[in-house]
Every structure is written in structure tokens, then in C-alpha cells.
């Protein structure tokens, strides 16, 4: 199957810094890629749709101006989390979906990002 | 998006039979039955999908009632390696994936 990765697989940082989450897809293209955040023993909740070429759409309670998508090639996303507080702290997970694909079929899942955040 | 239930919890003893239950009584015709699983500390993985018809692949089957309001995850032989939290999801075409709370999978050697 496709392979997506993520970069870093673990960060600690300082509150106020900015964490920066890169979100590949190895050996397909995926137009589109979705970001995900799941806190401890709770569910995935999808933050935002990452499109190559044009903004993010990110769902209800995500503010934007904290978790900056950037998805400026065909098999890159990435996330920034700015001015990290400790709240942020959770576990961070990207899919893409093949971009030449059956859009009802699968989608591909990195293997997170854990950001703790001090 | 339509809602799932399933258990909170599941056990089952190595080298046997699981059947994993979804009910999903709001479904609507265009939604697609979507099962995936996550091992512990890592990102989901794709197990299964259908919409009307039963599907079986080399991780599982997916049998899918007659008026659609529910299925069922068949992992024909139990593994170590299986124990995860299950998802099932209902996805209206190629709209996004919602996760719910999902069944943790306990296998007992």
C-alpha cells in the first residue's frame, strides 16, 4: 500500500514557540491531505483539508491562524503550530488520498507526530 | 455525517473468530461503510470498505445487513498483532473521514 510519513516522529518544545509538522506522501501524489489531532484515550478529530495549490479548510473551532497549512507540492503538507502552548500538546496524524485514485477508496495515514509542548 | 455506534470494548482469544458490530441506523444511500483500525501510538490503517455487497480481503471481511443500518468486521483468526481500537465510519462519497470513539480490540494469548 501507499506510504506517508511524518517528520518529526516526536517534538518538545517551549510555550510560545512555533512547531513546524511535514507530512509526505513517499510514493504516490495526493492533491489532497488532512491533518488530524487525537489527545490521550479520545478519538481522531480532523482539524482541516489540506489542497495542493489553495488554502486549507479547517473545520469548526480550529483557528487558523494557530495551525498553519502549507500544501505547496503534490506530495508535501505541513503543519505549523504557532505559539504553542502546553493545551496543544497531543498527537498529531496526517492522511492523503491518491490523487489519481478512486476518491471513495482509502485513505493513507502517517504514523503522527507526538508534539509536547513545556 | 451519519452516525455510528459500536461497543466500547471487545475481548477475544487468540486463534479465534472476532466479530466486530457497527450499527449505523441513519445511514443514507450514498454513504460508504469504512472500517479502519489504529494500534496503540500509531496512525489509523485501512481495513475494509463496502457499500451494499459483503467484501472480504486478506485483513478481513465485511458483512453488511440487507437494509444497511448495520455490519459487521470479521477477523477470521485472531492475532496478537489485531489488538487495536476499531473504526467504523460512514463516509458520503469522497467526503472526509470522521472518526467516532471506535471498539478496543483486547486479544487474550
Known amino acids: 500500500g501507499a506510504v506517508v510519513s511524518q517528520h518529526p516522529s516526536w517534538v518538545i518544545c517551549k510555550s510560545g514557540t512555533s512547531v513546524k509538522i511535514e507530512c509526505r506522501s513517499l510514493?504516490?501524489?495526493?492533491?489532497?491531505m488532512f491533518w488530524y489531532r487525537q489527545f490521550p484515550k479520545q478519538s481522531l478529530m480532523l482539524m482541516a483539508t489540506?489542497?495542493?495549490?489553495?488554502?486549507?479548510?479547517?473545520e469548526q473551532g480550529v483557528e487558523k491562524d494557530k495551525f498553519l497549512i502549507n500544501h505547496a507540492s503534490l506530495t508535501l503538507s505541513t503543519l505549523t503550530v504557532t505559539s504553542a502552548h502546553p493545551e496543544d500538546s497531543s498527537f498529531y496524524i496526517c492522511?492523503?488520498?491518491?490523487?489519481?485514485?478512486?476518491?471513495?477508496?482509502?485513505?493513507?495515514f502517517g504514523p503522527g507526530t507526538r508534539l509536547t509542548v513545556l | 455525517d451519519a452516525k455510528t455506534t459500536q461497543p466500547n470494548s471487545m475481548e477475544s482469544n487468540e486463534e479465534e473468530p472476532v466479530h466486530l458490530p457497527c450499527n449505523h441506523s441513519?445511514?443514507?444511500?450514498?454513504?460508504?461503510i469504512h472500517w479502519y483500525r489504529q494500534l496503540p501510538s500509531q496512525g489509523p490503517e485501512y481495513v475494509i470498505h463496502g457499500l451494499t455487497s459483503n467484501v472480504n480481503n486478506r485483513m478481513a471481511s465485511l458483512a453488511i445487513a440487507e437494509d444497511r443500518k448495520s455490519s459487521t468486521l470479521i477477523l477470521h483468526r485472531a492475532t496478537l498483532r489485531d489488538a487495536a481500537v476499531y473504526y467504523c465510519?460512514?463516509?458520503?462519497?469522497?467526503?472526509?473521514?470522521?472518526f467516532g470513539t471506535g471498539t478496543r480490540l483486547t486479544v487474550i494469548p
Open positions: 441513519t445511514i443514507s444511500g450514498t454513504d460508504y
Open positions: 465510519i460512514l463516509r458520503a462519497g469522497a467526503n472526509n473521514l470522521f
Open positions: 510514493d504516490f501524489q495526493a492533491t489532497t
Open positions: 492522511s492523503a488520498r491518491e490523487t489519481s485514485g478512486d476518491p471513495y477508496n482509502e485513505q493513507f
Open positions: 489540506s489542497n495542493e495549490g489553495s488554502k486549507a479548510t479547517y
